[in-house]
């Protein structure tokens, strides 16, 4: 049988690519070594590139009884490829080490630190490695006096600087200018109206507002209290702005006009929509608006229905190019229990895949049909 050669160049750590009968080809036969075929078993000719390439190599050595001297082998082979580069791209940086020998003991180490919290399955272990790496990510954001911004107040709530706690003073640079603003107003502001600088109007690097998140996350300071809404009318008027931003026409008032039977009605035909769509992810949404619409002891949670209905909207629709699914799904299920929705639904919709229009023999439909009796 044909085959590649298994040697490595070093550096680059590329197989030779040399077609030949057995294991080298005739320029590498001489380099016979036992490290190649580790490679090559471990992860065959692809090109080490990444942590990850090491790290499987890695693995494959510890997992392998018949391989002894496992550091030994493992550091052999660092040494032996990776002559010139001592640095190592990761997820999130670039990692340089000052000499050969520091590199080879580090990667080691951390390759070993890996695999111990993956054999004992440490999550809280992992956790913390996740949370240092959100702090890298956010410090930069972190407020610092020794900088000049261009606003003196917060934008959303006109607040002085020193007037916010210290945890919410998220700060980025654009062109060199430096802004402050109140962490959860501004994703707020973002969400509703654009990623854009209020000051500037210029579009705020996708990056910034990865890391916005991450801030918010890291210093738990996610508002739960109805996004700021005084009223229904609000939060619907919130619902309706991001969902035409996904490219659905909507109306304030037609929400409005929902019942609390249909919210539980367009909820339960979403869910069973998106179970048939293979949507694992449906599940997160309208779980809390479930428990509240079942407690019938309570008559006083209707506002808070409203509120939920629109926090959980617009939880799907905030991320609506990655959930655009389950946006459709959603727009569809609102359309059969509201005649308003269902006159503005674009045609496009019906073509993708809907159990409710296309599929005549589901078991969905079934169940659709079922919902219906029963509800109404
Ligand atoms: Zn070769």
Redesign the pocket.
């Known amino acids: 049988m044909n085959n590649y ?1 298994i ?1 490595r160049n070093i550096n680059d750590c590329k197989c ?1 690519f ?1 077609k030949t009968k057995n294991k ?2 005739n ?2 036969i001489n380099n016979a070594n036992l490290i190649y075929e580790i490679i090559n078993d471990a992860i065959g000719f692809r090109q080490i590139k990444t942590t990850n390439d090491i790290y499987l190599i890695f693995k494959y050595i510890y997992d392998t009884p018949t391989i002894y001297i496992k550091e030994g082998i493992f550091k052999k082979i660092l040494k032996s490829l990776f002559i010139k580069q001592w640095t190592i791209k990761t997820k999130y940086n670039y990692i340089t080490y000052q000499n050969h020998e520091l590199f080879i003991n580090e990667i080691f180490k951390l390759n070993l630190n890996t695999y111990k919290i993956e054999k004992n399955n440490d999550l809280s272990f992992l956790i913390k490695i996740k949370n240092f790496m959100n702090y890298i990510s956010i410090r930069n954001h972190l407020y610092k006096s020794n900088i000049t911004y261009t606003n003196e107040t917060d934008p959303f709530t006109f607040d002085k600087f020193e007037e916010i706690p210290f945890k919410e003073r998220f700060i980025f640079c654009e062109d060199n200018n430096y802004y402050c603003f109140k962490a959860c107003d501004f994703k707020y502001f973002i969400r509703t109206n654009g990623n854009w600088n209020p000051y500037t109007k210029k579009i705020i690097e996708p990056k910034v507002i990865n890391n916005l998140e991450k801030f918010i996350d890291y210093f738990k300071i996610n508002k739960n209290n109805n996004n700021n809404w005084k009223t229904v009318e609000q939060a619907f008027t919130d619902v309706s702005l991001i969902i035409q931003k996904i490219g659905f026409y909507t109306n304030m008032q037609w929400f409005l006009k929902l019942s609390k039977i249909q919210i539980r009605n367009i909820i339960r035909l979403f869910r069973v929509i998106s179970l048939r769509n293979n949507n694992n992810n449906h599940e997160e949404y309208f779980r809390d608006l479930m428990l509240l619409i079942f407690d019938d002891n309570n008559n006083d949670n209707n506002n808070e229905i409203y509120y939920s209905f629109a926090r959980n909207i617009i939880r799907i629709f905030e991320n609506g190019d990655s959930n655009f699914l389950l946006c459709c799904n959603f727009m569809k299920s609102i359309g059969v229990y509201s005649n308003d929705f269902y006159n503005s639904l674009p045609e496009w919709l019906s073509d993708i895949e809907s159990p409710i229009i296309i599929n005549s023999n589901s078991l969905t439909q079934n169940l659709v049909y079922l919902i219906n009796i029963i509800e109404n």
């Open positions: 050669c040697f030779c040399f080298y080809c320029l590498h």
